[in-house]
């Protein structure tokens, strides 16, 4: 799952965006600040390959002959909570349209933007049956990108998730009010509607990917079926013909619709993505044109 | 609209348990999906219509209850009650004669006896065995007691009719023969245009007859031959006029591709007239007869064209002119009288040794011990010859023993074991000739081609061996005469009839006979010196008949002609003699049943097609 070299410097020159939440956030944690006063130094720590250089106190660096990085109080600020759904639905696709996998690509790509800029990564897989302790991890720096990555490498989507429960397990430890980007298919039993409620009403400000499999949306089925839901094992019956497909492509279109229009309403930002598309060119222009990162 | 069999239809019984597994859905496929979420979503949309819009939308349903109702109807033989002329097994004769070329009902009698035999064989039952005979000059059974109607149509499409009379005595002794196999009474159908002959025997059961045919109106040469006279030979042509209003007409007659005559003949209904050409000449030709309208356009002079145009071949050789030159030879008289197809000639020196030989020309002169000072240029058979010319004489020679006989046509059932000659002429064999018996001391029986004329010699006086008391003798004078003046290889002077057998007897230097039709097709049998019977004379016209003997080739002709006045003679027939009963045209009083179940198993056939179509369809989408 390693990121090569260029893809890995691309990631590096983006920021992740939040608007008002770190601000919100700031108000209740922070000693005084104001604004303008972001740029006040905190502290030194070792210089650790990976580090921005332009960072590096060189005065400090002139005297003791060691290089040592300025930390600023405001960017040890922003919490990114990276969720992403382990239901079994996820579970979905062939090759490099395994929709796990991709969700598991994506969530490395936005956590090593975390972790290059300094941000507080917080990655976990939700699971509604699993102990979540085992299920994520909290960094904060570039040296912990190959953590990260061996920590989303070692991730199983497995079990019935109900989005709402899950989120509400993973807010029972108090969480320091962030950026939560949520990467899910949205296919929860009970909706994904409460999920994204609750987490906005603690605070967060809120990014969904979306994420389908092609033949989700475009199923390549025909005739009399019984379909076996790979996360319920429900069944259902269907006798498939040009116009239920029709339908069905409709209706998938429509509901990616309804889902757009409920983010916008509440102020989440939204993108669907189905995983035939190459997972970097996602994060380097989907997600920038939903004003994800910059 | 009746059903055959409408107990077939309680089978609509089997819609119910398709229905039934349609609703049961018992085979669906089971295939894994991430979810069933947005399905469910789907169908709960679609849920205010069902369960009838189930069904509805159901197209492999409805195909499939469409295939199983064209099914039941076809088997259930939904058929339209149709006049018939017969409603049982039948047996279906068909005019084939020349007079069925007609085309006063278009396109022609024969097709529309054949449309005629279609319809009555469709509105029999399915099940009725129908047995159809072609009467030509040799009557063919094309279908027998046959009960698979496609069978029946190919065999009646691939029918055609022949330029001849129709031996109906035969067609009828055929259909006799069908019946007595059936068991029940079938009926007998004729479709003809009468011209039958009256003395018919009675057939079983009931017979029907079809007439065909509307006009009369033909005119035909009924006559065209040749025959030789002092002059040259005379022509002789009739033509006569069968229809029923006086008519004028052109008759032209070609020698070759030469016109020769044309005159207008004015002919009264039914009244015939004679046509004579003196004087033409001796040659072997082949001569054409043609009627042509007055009008001069390029209109057929009437509805039937086949006894319209007449062949006449010239060929005045008739029996062979043999000149015996001879003091006086009483074998040799004796045998050349007794050959059949020859005419025997004689001539004696006069006393003081000259001979006055005839100014006319022989096929073939017989040389016996003396020769005039030219010898002619026809083929010559010389016996114990003196110097000539052509063969060079070196004395006499005693030993004529150990004759050895060459194998050749000529030689052949020659045996001259028993042979003895006293004393022979000594003839040095030319380059030309062939020793056909050669003894010790020298040839005794030669033959050859000089290039002026065919030349055989016997190089010993009859009268100084006992060759004449043997049966070797007229063999092998025979073969000698056969092979210096060969005859004609057939006798057809009046020409042939469409249909009938040419014997040809080649002689025995033939080995292969090429016929040529008018057609130009071209038929080789090879002879081997035996008689070739040639049976493909249906066409009209003039055939060549080609004897190749080696590199030799000879040509002679026959004429085949439509003269018969019963089949010119169009004047539809009312009514036919069988028997004695007299029958005249069948009313369609049967009622016949046609049926429709075919159409409906072709469509279930189509409608399966698309299920299958759709069904992969839906799986390819």
Redesign the interface.
């Known amino acids: 799952m390693l990121f090569d070299e260029s893809s890995l410097r691309k990631l590096q020159q983006l920021t992740l965006v939040t608007a008002r939440v770190r601000a919100g956030a700031l108000r209740g944690e922070r000693r005084s600040l104001k604004r303008g006063a972001g740029l006040e130094f905190a502290d030194f720590r070792d210089y650790v390959p990976g580090d921005d250089l332009r960072r590096v106190d060189w005065n400090v660096y002139a005297r003791l002959d060691r290089p040592y990085v300025k930390l600023r109080e405001e960017e040890e600020d922003l919490a990114v909570h990276i969720l992403v759904d382990a239901s079994q639905?996820?579970d979905?696709g062939e090759g490099p349209q395994h929709?796990f996998n991709y969700a598991l690509h994506l969530a490395a790509a936005v956590g090593s933007i975390g972790l290059s800029t300094g941000d507080r990564v917080t990655v976990s897989t939700l699971k509604t049956s699993e102990v979540y302790q085992t299920s994520e991890v909290s960094l904060r720096g570039q040296q912990y990108l190959l953590h990260l990555l061996k920590f989303l490498e070692a991730q199983q989507a497995a079990g019935i998730t109900d989005l709402e429960n899950a989120v509400r397990r993973y807010l029972i430890r108090p969480r320091r009010p962030g950026l939560v980007i949520l990467i899910s298919?949205l296919?929860s039993?009970h909706g994904y509607q409460p999920a994204l409620k609750t987490l906005q009403q603690r605070g967060h400000e809120v990014a969904l990917v979306h994420v389908l499999?092609p033949d989700?949306v475009d199923?390549p089925?025909?005739?009399?079926?019984?379909?076996?839901?790979?996360?319920?094992g429900?069944?259902?019956?269907?006798?498939?013909?040009?116009?239920?497909?029709d339908?069905?492509r409709e209706?998938?279109k429509a509901?990616r619709n309804e889902a757009q229009a409920f983010c916008r309403a509440r102020g989440v930002r939204y993108l669907a993505v189905e995983t035939d598309r190459a997972w970097d060119e996602v994060v380097l222009y989907d997600m920038r044109k939903a004003r994800m990162v910059k | 609209m009746n059903f055959l069999a409408p107990a077939a239809l309680a089978l609509s019984a089997l819609a119910i348990p398709i229905i039934i597994f349609y609703m049961l859905k018992l085979r669906r496929r089971e295939v894994t999906v991430s979810s069933t979420l947005l399905w469910q979503l789907v169908l709960r949309d679609r849920q205010a219509n069902a369960p009838w819009q189930r069904l509805r939308r159901n197209l492999l349903l409805l195909l499939q209850l469409l295939i199983l109702a064209a099914l039941i109807l076809a088997l259930a033989r939904p058929a339209l009650s149709v006049p018939a002329i017969a409603s049982g097994s039948s047996v279906i004769v068909l005019d084939a004669s020349a007079s069925m070329n007609a085309t006063d009902v278009a396109p022609s009698r024969f097709e529309a006896a054949r449309r005629a035999a279609h319809s009555t064989i469709e509105a029999l039952p399915a099940e009725a065995p129908v047995t159809v005979i072609v009467a030509g000059q040799q009557p063919q059974v094309i279908a027998s007691a046959e009960t698979d109607r496609g069978a029946i149509k190919r065999a009646l499409d691939e029918a055609q009719p022949t330029n001849g009379a129709a031996n109906w005595t035969a067609a009828l002794a055929l259909a006799a023969g069908a019946l007595s196999r059936q068991t029940d009474q079938p009926t007998t159908i004729i479709i003809s245009d009468g011209g039958l002959p009256q003395d018919l025997p009675p057939l079983p059961g009931e017979v029907r007859y079809v007439p065909i045919g509307q006009s009369s109106d033909n005119l035909s040469l009924t006559a065209l031959s040749l025959r030789p006279t002092k002059n040259g030979a005379e022509l002789f042509a009739s033509v006569t006029n069968h229809s029923a209003v006086d008519r004028s007409v052109i008759l032209s007659v070609y020698r070759g591709e030469t016109l020769l005559s044309s005159q207008l003949l004015d002919l009264k209904a039914g009244a015939a007239q004679q046509v004579i050409l003196n004087d033409l000449p001796r040659e072997p030709a082949i001569y054409q007869a043609r009627l042509s309208r007055p009008d001069q356009s390029d209109q057929p002079v009437d509805v039937l064209t086949l006894d319209d145009t007449a062949f006449a071949v010239n060929n005045p050789a008739g029996a062979r002119r043999v000149l015996l030159v001879s003091p006086g030879n009483v074998f040799l008289e004796q045998l050349l009288a007794a050959i059949p197809d020859l005419q025997a000639f004689r001539v004696v020196p006069q006393k003081d040794g000259t001979l006055q030989m005839p100014t006319d020309e022989f096929d073939l002169y017989v040389f016996d011990g003396l020769l005039p000072d030219d010898l002619p240029f026809q083929p010559t058979l010389l016996i114990n010859p003196p110097q000539n010319s052509v063969l060079r004489v070196n004395g006499v020679f005693s030993d004529t023993a150990n004759a050895r006989v060459l194998d050749s046509p000529v030689t052949r059932n020659v045996n001259w074991s028993n042979v003895h000659v006293r004393e022979a002429k000594y003839i040095d064999p030319p380059q030309w000739a062939k020793t056909l018996v050669t003894s010790n001391g020298g040839p005794l029986v030669l033959i050859g081609d000089t290039g002026v004329r065919r030349i055989g010699a016997i190089t010993f006086d009859l009268h100084d061996s006992d060759l004449p008391l043997q049966v070797t003798f007229p063999i092998l004078l025979v073969n000698l005469i056969d092979y210096l003046a060969p005859g004609r290889s057939f006798n057809a002077p009046a020409g042939v009839s469409p249909g009938a057998s040419v014997i040809i007897r080649p002689d025995l230097s033939v080995d292969t006979v090429a016929i040529a039709s008018p057609s130009n097709q071209i038929y080789t049998v090879r002879s081997g010196g035996g008689e070739v019977v040639f049976k493909d004379t249906q066409e009209l016209g003039a055939y060549g008949v080609t004897l190749i003997s080696g590199d030799q080739q000879a040509i002679d002709y026959f004429a085949v002609n439509l003269f018969d006045p019963a089949e010119s003679d169009l004047h539809p027939e009312a009514a036919i003699r069988i028997g004695q009963s007299q029958i005249t045209s069948a009313q369609s009083d049967e009622t016949g049943w046609q049926e429709w179940w075919s159409w409906l198993a072709a469509l279930a056939l189509l409608i399966l097609l698309i299920e299958w179509w759709v069904y992969h369809g839906r799986k390819r989408l």
């Open positions: 639905s996820m979905w929709k298919d296919l039993p499999s989700e199923p089925l025909a005739g009399d079926l019984r379909l076996i839901d790979v996360e319920t429900g069944a259902q019956e269907v006798s498939l013909d040009g116009g239920l497909r339908a069905y209706r998938v509901w």
